[in-house]
Nanobody
Framework: QVQLVESGGGLVQSGGSLRLSCVAS????????MSWYRQAPGKERELVAT????????NYADSVKGRFTISRDNAKSTVYLQMISLKPEDTAVYYC????????????WGQGTQVTVSS
């Protein structure tokens, strides 16, 4: 059974930092690109950052470049999102996403973790 379990969310003051973690199970983690998405109240879900299966390539939304860093540890089947210089507009539910292609595309989602940044 595939599972993506996020943790690390919480309440932080503007300018603060948080590190989100997502532990994966039930699939071959290293063959999947991993992403973090977020969804703020009343807004659509947006892609925040992506990392390839080997971890050699990353991509970020313009709004988080220079402040967020995505990384992964394939030995631990875990992907991280280090967030610094947090702003109130970063407040959202953050979701872990796995996407891979094995004959067909597979995509999995975590349950989300709330990040709230106070001003």
């Amino acid at each position: 059974q595939v599972q993506l379990v996020e943790s690390g969310g919480g309440l932080v003051q503007s300018g603060g930092s948080l590190r989100l973690s997502c532990v994966a199970s039930g699939f071959t983690f290293s063959t999947y690109a991993m992403s973090w998405y977020r969804q703020a109240p009343g807004k659509e879900r947006e892609l925040v950052a992506t990392i390839t299966g080997t971890g050699t390539m990353t991509n970020y939304a313009d709004s988080v470049k220079g402040r967020f860093t995505i990384s992964r540890d394939n030995a631990k089947s875990t992907v991280y999102l280090q967030m610094i210089s947090l702003k109130p507009e970063d407040t959202a539910v953050y979701y872990c996403n796995a996407k891979g292609f094995i004959v067909v595309w597979y995509e999995y989602w975590g349950q989300g973790t709330q990040v709230t940044v106070s001003s």
